[in-house]
């Protein structure tokens, strides 16, 4: 059984910075990727920032520039440092990690982190 377990999320003021953090464990042969992606009221849930086995990484254009993903291979952990937060960065984030394990190539969502931006 993989497990996602996230982190770092709360309640910031516009132009604030906040650090989110995403720890997989299991039975994990290999990871093929893994990223954030968040969902405000009402809305899709859509792609924040990815982040593949190679290292290559992918943004929203909304977010281009403020966030940034990064990931640390020997804790199979993966981070979202965003800056200069925004009213409209306001959403649960969730994590996703593609994984190869037995059966082939799977995928898990953490549970989800509020990020709140306000004054």
């Known amino acids: 059984q993989v497990q996602l377990v996230e982190s770092g999320g709360g309640l910031v003021q516009p132009g604030g910075s906040l650090r989110l953090s995403c720890a997989a464990s299991?039975?994990?042969?290999?990871?093929?990727?893994m990223g954030w992606y968040r969902q405000a009221p009402g809305k899709q849930r859509e792609l924040v920032a990815s982040?593949?086995?190679?290292?290559?990484?992918r943004y929203a254009e909304s977010v281009k520039g403020r966030f940034t993903i990064s990931r640390e291979n020997a804790k199979n952990t993966v981070y979202l440092q965003m800056n200069s937060l925004k009213p409209e960065d306001t959403a649960v984030y969730y994590c996703?990690?593609?994984?190869?394990?037995?059966?082939?190539?799977?995928?898990?969502w953490g549970q989800g982190t509020q990020v709140t931006v306000s004054s």
């Open positions: 996703n990690l593609v994984y190869i394990a037995i059966g082939g190539q799977h995928e898990n």
């Open positions: 982040i593949a086995s190679g290292g290559s990484t």
């Open positions: 299991g039975s994990i042969f290999s990871i093929y990727g």
